[in-house]
T-cell receptor, first 115, second 112 residues
């Protein structure tokens, strides 16, 4: 499985500011995904990031709030814009979804706290 | 839309004993995959085991095995000889295509 890293691992931010989270993979992958995990909750898919095309957002998530970049096959960023305390969550990136079992492998996550 | 339900928010087991975590799902698809992921306090999501819907044989990975009942849309995880390191949140997940849908999770405590 791919080795996935995320930066930062955690951050504390003020409301109204923005934070960009980076996801780096050690091999080229077609599909990358961004998830949000609110405190004590399960994972919710924010969007699918495909290289060379616009990200595909799930219902309830919009590009203005969560812009995503995918400049190449090993890297993606998720920005959380104009943050409020409700954005306090763990944000995880994952890769996969195209192998023989459609399994996904996850990065270590970014814990975001918004004050 | 596919849904995944884990009806046990919390479970506990004695070290070296066996525990079974429940999961049910709803889908109209015939071809799909099911997974159990483990999330320890480090928050890293770790793939524990996977099952292809077209396979009748239940998947096994060392101490972890599943009971897959396709007609009942049930996919339970059995952990044998439980170890302290098994303590974590366990998520059941469904995939048809590239998307993963997760259940709400079961917090497993392992008592020494």
């Amino acid at each position: 499985s791919a080795v996935i890293s995320q930066k930062p691992s955690r951050d504390i931010c003020q409301r109204g500011t923005s934070l960009t989270i980076q996801c780096q993979v050690d091999s080229q992958v077609t599909m990358m995904f961004w998830y949000r995990q609110q405190p004590g909750q399960s994972l919710t898919l924010i969007a699918t990031a495909n290289q060379g095309s616009e990200a595909t957002y799930e219902s309830g998530f919009v590009i203005d709030k969560f812009p995503i970049s995918r400049p190449n096959l090993t890297f993606s960023t998720l920005t959380v814009s104009n943050m409020s305390p409700e954005d306090s969550s763990i944000y995880l990136c994952s890769v996969g979804g195209t192998g023989p079992y459609n399994e996904q492998f996850f990065g270590p996550g970014t814990r975001l706290t918004v004050l | 839309a596919q849904t995944v339900t884990q009806s046990q928010p919390e479970m506990s087991v004695q070290e070296a004993e066996t525990v079974t975590l429940s999961c049910t799902y709803d889908t109209s698809e015939s071809d799909y995959y099911l997974f159990w992921y483990k999330q320890p306090p480090s928050r890293q999501m770790i793939l524990v085991i996977r099952q292809e819907a077209y396979k009748q044989q239940n998947a096994t990975e060392n101490r972890f095995s599943v009971n897959f009942q396709k007609a009942a849309k049930s996919f339970s995880l059995k952990i044998s000889d439980s170890q302290l390191g098994d303590a974590a949140m366990y998520f059941c997940a469904y995939s048809s295509g590239s998307r993963l849908t997760f259940g709400e999770g079961t917090q497993l405590t392992v008592n020494p």
